[in-house]
């Protein structure tokens, strides 16, 4: 047979539909997964980054982050000398952080239902900003409370590469690229696993402009 219904399968053996890569024992990389939703997903992204703009935060270690961080829905995440931790307040504003947008609830549900994560219920969106030259060290998010929800992380702008390590830091990390529109989901015995970003690359995306942007979204409460 030929056509589109055999196509949806990249490697018959794998069983794997096209766009969908598996790369752990629960997590999967949707490519463009998000593309139809971008028209909905950037004046969101605009409307929070407006009530919530990004800054630097400073480790309890005294570094500053090189990637630039804020945060929308009922939770947010942040760090200072006291340590990493969630608030319902900005600390900026002293107000609520921006509620979780629609679009954006929707396009982390589908996505957590596809690659088998029913009923996730995200509560905490966490947006990275990386100019060039930006990273983000190997570490794991061990700041939620329940681990057996899945972490959803949509792509904006330029391009990353990620890296997925193991369960000891010492791991060595296998290196996933990440484009505009891609959409990861990591859970189960995956979700401890250490990871980062490499250094960002000079570069101008033709939407995005001269940065990459990564919104997490978890269930941290
Ligand atoms: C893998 N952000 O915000 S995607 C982070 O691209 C973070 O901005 C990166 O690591 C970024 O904490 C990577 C998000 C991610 C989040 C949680 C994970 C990847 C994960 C938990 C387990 C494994
Ligand atoms: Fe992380």
Request: glycine share 10%.
């Amino acid at each position: 047979m030929s056509g589109p219904t055999s196509d949806l399968f990249a490697e018959d053996a794998l069983q794997q539909p096209i766009g969908r890569e598996q790369i752990g024992e629960q997590s999967y990389v949707l490519r463009g997964y998000a593309l139809p939703w971008i028209e909905r997903l950037l004046p969101e992204l605009r409307h929070v980054l407006a009530q919530a703009p990004f800054r630097q935060m400073v480790t309890p270690g005294g570094f500053t982050m090189s990637a630039a961080l804020t945060s929308c829905g009922e939770l947010g995440w942040t760090t200072d000398a006291s340590g990493y931790r969630y608030s319902h307040l900005d600390p900026r504003s002293q107000q609520p952080w921006p509620a979780l947008p629609d679009a954006l609830r929707e396009l982390a549900v589908q996505a957590a239902a596809d690659a088998g994560f029913a009923d996730f219920a995200p509560d905490a969106c966490l947006i990275n900003r990386y100019v060039p030259g930006a990273k983000m060290s190997l570490h794991q998010d061990k700041n939620e409370r329940d681990y057996g929800a899945p972490v959803v992380s949509v792509s904006l702008g330029l391009p990353a590469i990620f890296l997925f390590g193991g369960h000891a830091r010492s791991d060595k990390p296998q290196k996933i690229s990440l484009f505009h529109g891609d959409v990861v989901v990591w859970g189960g015995v995956d979700r401890l696993r250490f990871h980062g970003v490499m250094p960002i690359k000079e570069g101008v995306h033709p939407v995005m402009g001269p940065q990459r942007i990564n919104l997490t979204l978890r269930t941290a409460g």
